[in-house]
């Protein structure tokens, strides 16, 4: 079954520690998203790519880095986590290359860093 | 003024009637408008796209669009305690950058 898929669902790590969320997808999209969300707040894009080896900066400014060496893989990485990265983390995918189609999002990654 | 914006809430419905969600957006350029329903901690779904001015429907879910008054809305109708959600606007901007701009979101309350 085609899905995206991120791991792990929860998180709970201390500050300074790298770490690195994973996002796969089985549909073979060639745009992928990161999004941040915090409890009853709006999105916020932090990278974005449209297909291998591209990769841009979002609206949000991040101290993540994110890479995209395979189509289906689009991991996004930690140097140095601190509290203020406690967040809810969102991976998305998109078929489209006109614009006409909407994200399939995986299930999220809740990261707490104490 | 936000690109996309939406009325946060809480809009609270009985049971059994039509609940409706606006949306308006900035840039006249935009081309495609996305409807989507997050639960209490989970992640947004796909409910509903738009492309064309006029009414789209599918099931109880009708989308709206008016370009000229740059506004999309959502009908939903025979609320259900289940459509209890916050319901996402997203707007693709056109500029063929594929990135798409999100409401903050109305939180839809379908009393029993």
């Known amino acids: 079954e085609a899905d995206i898929y991120q791991t792990p669902r929860y998180l709970v790590i201390g500050t300074g520690k790298k770490i690195t969320l994973e996002c796969s997808q089985t549909?073979?999209?060639?745009?992928m998203y990161w999004y941040q969300q915090d409890p009853g707040m709006e999105l916020h894009l932090i990278h974005y790519?449209?297909?291998?080896?591209?990769?841009e900066k979002g609206d949000l400014s991040s101290e993540s880095t994110v890479s995209r060496i395979r189509t289906e893989h689009f991991p996004l990485t930690l140097e140095s986590a601190r509290p203020s990265h406690t967040s809810q983390y969102l991976c998305?995918?998109?078929?489209?290359?006109?614009?006409?189609?909407?994200?399939?999002f995986g299930s999220g990654t809740r990261l707490t860093v104490v | 003024q936000k690109e996309v914006e939406q009325n946060s809430g809480p809009l609270s419905v009985p049971e059994g009637a039509i609940a409706s969600l606006n949306c308006t957006y900035s840039?006249?350029?935009?081309?495609?408008f996305f409807w989507y329903r997050q639960y209490s901690g989970k992640s947004p779904e796909l409910i509903m796209s738009?492309?064309?001015?006029g009414d789209k429907e599918d099931g109880r879910f009708t989308a709206q669009l008016n370009k000229a008054s740059q506004y999309v809305s959502l009908l939903i109708r025979d609320s259900q305690p289940s459509d209890s959600a916050t319901y996402l606007c997203a707007v693709n901007n056109g500029s063929g950058t594929y990135k798409y701009i999100f409401g903050t979101g109305t939180r839809l309350k379908v009393l029993a």
């Open positions: 790519s449209y297909g291998v080896n591209s990769t």
């Open positions: 840039d006249r350029g935009s081309q495609s």
């Open positions: 998305a995918s998109s078929e489209s290359t006109t614009g006409i189609y909407g994200y399939t």
């Open positions: 549909m073979g999209h060639d745009k």
């Open positions: 738009i492309y064309s001015n």
